[in-house]
């Protein structure tokens, strides 16, 4: 006699779901942050430190895992030139990528036309509060840029948490790996792998707080900034959100073309990133995570590891379209008819000042400032205008900047021979489960298991999926 098997009931699932998904975890997170940040704005300003605190402890982890994922990568692949070629490779993409961002925001804004017929007076705006919000800081020369890229101290390149300087450290000490080879320094390269097994362990400990994280932070957002910045701006940011997407779309087509991979499958395997990306408008928080989905996606460490942290710094497609359409939008409400001339000046400016932008404090603002100053028919003090939404940017800027790196690993891979697509595909269409553990276990998917149902393991036990209802 068949027994039927007991189908638990929906209040049950509802809450195992909750209990074991990030995914569900982090999107109720961002709901209750914004009723909170809605109805009680003095609670969500007071939260806000629980975002705070999760970005300073991720941060805390990427120097030593950039630097340990790059020394092996480059000692496992055993060739220095694949790894200069990977390098130059993707510093092509990412000039082509953010060259076209930059383009697509100036005609969007040019159709468009975002600021027309505000008639702004530029006296009447506080500049200073921009020189506020930049902390009084300047955006680096090209000179400037390249000469703070190598490290002064190996010590405070991680202190600085400055990622090219790390990389720049790790490929030296993975040349002379190479160089020396293992029979010389036997210890130094299973060292470094178990640091990095310790390094990524401690980022699934931390992982455990980002429902926390995101809570505060759009709890502070939104009790910051209110819901009417988005009438008072809402054609801007409209603009702003629609070029974004256009880009996405030209990046899947590039994606699709490239490596045969579907942009959409991928944004679907690393929703839990993204999610928490957008909620905490920071990429930083989930480049560890997404080092781990790329490689379990068949990516090359030493490919993952140079091209992605390379990639926030030299890759800011987000922030690229943000920069143009806002200038066009400045110039727009103050009455500033921009010529061809000028506007081929706006994205030869950008092009450069967008480079230096990682990790300066008000950077937008300040290279929408240099830009206004280069041009000089547009008041430097304009740039004020954006104050009130910039924070509203965040996840347009966010969202793009992380894809399109992720979109650069994934393309430059396939470009250097270091992509498996096989297992990438497996990995996306959620055959292979993700097990968010230092060698990126793979377990199948099959029928009875949920990508994102991985139950905790007990002491001295291996994670293991957990079987569906």
């Known amino acids: 006699m068949l027994v039927p098997l007991s189908v638990p009931s929906l209040p049950r699932r509802a809450v195992r779901l909750l209990r074991t998904s990030l995914f569900t975890q982090v999107a109720c997170a961002l709901l209750l942050g914004v009723a909170v940040g809605r109805l009680w704005p003095d609670v969500g300003t007071a939260v806000q430190p629980l975002g705070d605190g999760f970005v300073?402890?991720?941060?805390?982890?990427?120097?030593?895992?950039?630097?340990?994922?790059?020394?092996?990568?480059?000692?496992?692949?055993?060739?220095?030139?694949a790894f200069g070629r990977i390098g130059l490779k993707a510093l092509?993409?990412?000039?082509?990528?953010?060259?076209?961002?930059?383009?697509?925001?100036?005609?969007?804004?040019?159709?468009?036309?975002?600021?027309?017929?505000?008639?702004?007076?530029?006296?009447?705006?506080?500049?200073?509060?921009?020189?506020t919000t930049t902390a009084g800081g300047s955006l680096p020369s090209t000179s400037e840029f390249m000469l703070h890229a190598l490290p002064e101290s190996a010590v405070g390149a991680f202190a600085d948490n400055a990622l090219l300087q790390v990389l720049v450290l790790?490929?030296?000490?993975?040349?002379?790996?190479?160089?020396?080879?293992?029979?010389?320094?036997p210890a130094i390269l299973p060292a470094v792998n178990q640091a990095q097994e310790i390094v990524f362990a401690i980022v699934g400990f931390v992982?455990?707080?980002?429902?926390?994280?995101?809570?505060?932070?759009?709890?502070?957002?939104?009790?910051?900034?209110?819901?009417?910045?988005?009438?008072?701006?809402?054609?801007?940011?409209?603009?702003?959100?629609?070029?974004?997407?256009?880009?996405?779309?030209?990046?899947?087509?590039?994606?699709?073309?490239?490596?045969?991979?579907?942009?959409?499958?991928?944004v679907r395997y690393t929703r839990e990133e993204m999610l928490l990306a957008l909620g905490t408008a920071s990429s930083e928080t989930v480049m560890p995570r997404m080092m781990q989905k790329l490689r379990h996606a068949g990516c090359r460490d030493d490919a993952v590891g140079l091209v992605l942290p390379t990639g926030y710094s030299f890759n800011l497609d987000g922030a690229s379209i943000y920069l143009s359409v806002a200038t066009l939008f400045i110039a727009q409400a103050v009455g500033v008819d921009l010529s061809l001339g000028?506007?081929?000046?706006?994205?030869?400016?950008?092009?450069?000042?967008?480079?230096?932008?990682?990790?300066?404090?008000?950077?937008?603002?300040?290279?929408?400032?240099?830009t206004a100053?280069?041009?000089?028919?547009?008041?430097?003090?304009?740039?004020?205008?954006?104050?009130?939404?910039?924070?509203?940017?965040?996840?347009?800027?966010?969202?793009?900047?992380?894809?399109?790196?992720?979109?650069?690993?994934?393309?430059?891979?396939?470009?250097?021979?270091?992509?498996?697509v096989e297992k990438a595909k497996k990995a996306m269409s959620g055959e292979t489960a993700f097990v968010p553990s230092p060698d990126?276990?793979?377990?199948?998917?099959?029928?009875?298991?949920?990508?994102?149902?991985?139950?905790?393991?007990?002491?001295?036990?291996?994670?293991?999926?957990?079987?569906?209802?």
Not at 56 to 69: E, G, H
Not at 99 to 128: E, K, R, Y
Not at 170 to 185: E, F, P
Not at 440 to 452: I, Q, S, T
Request: net charge neutral.
């Open 56 to 81: 300073r402890l991720i941060k805390a982890v990427i120097s030593p895992l950039v630097f340990c994922v790059v020394v092996t990568g480059i000692a496992k692949a055993g060739n220095l030139r």
């Open 92 to 131: 092509v993409w990412f000039e082509v990528a953010t060259t076209f961002a930059l383009l697509i925001g100036l005609l969007a804004g040019n159709l468009v036309q975002p600021g027309a017929g505000m008639h702004v007076d530029p006296s009447q705006l506080d500049a200073s509060a921009v020189d």
């Open 170 to 185: 790790a490929c030296l000490v993975g040349a002379a790996l190479l160089h020396l080879g293992h029979t010389k320094v």
């Open 207 to 266: 992982m455990r707080l980002a429902p926390l994280a995101v809570f505060g932070a759009t709890a502070h957002l939104v009790g910051q900034y209110g819901l009417g910045v988005l009438s008072t701006y809402g054609k801007l940011i409209g603009v702003c959100y629609a070029v974004a997407l256009l880009f996405l779309l030209l990046l899947s087509v590039a994606l699709k073309a490239f490596t045969g991979l579907s942009l959409w499958k991928f």
């Open 342 to 370: 000028q506007q081929v000046t706006v994205v030869l400016m950008l092009m450069l000042t967008s480079k230096g932008m990682a990790g300066v404090p008000g950077s937008a603002f300040l290279a929408l400032s240099a």
């Open 373 to 420: 100053s280069a041009l000089g028919v547009i008041p430097a003090g304009a740039v004020a205008l954006l104050l009130g939404v910039d924070r509203i940017m965040d996840s347009m800027r966010v969202a793009t900047n992380l894809l399109g790196n992720c979109v650069a690993a994934l393309a430059v891979s396939r470009w250097e021979g270091a992509l498996d």
């Open 440 to 469: 990126d276990e793979v377990a199948p998917a099959g029928d009875l298991v949920r990508n994102d149902l991985v139950q905790p393991a007990q002491p001295g036990e291996a994670r293991r999926p957990v079987q569906a209802d």
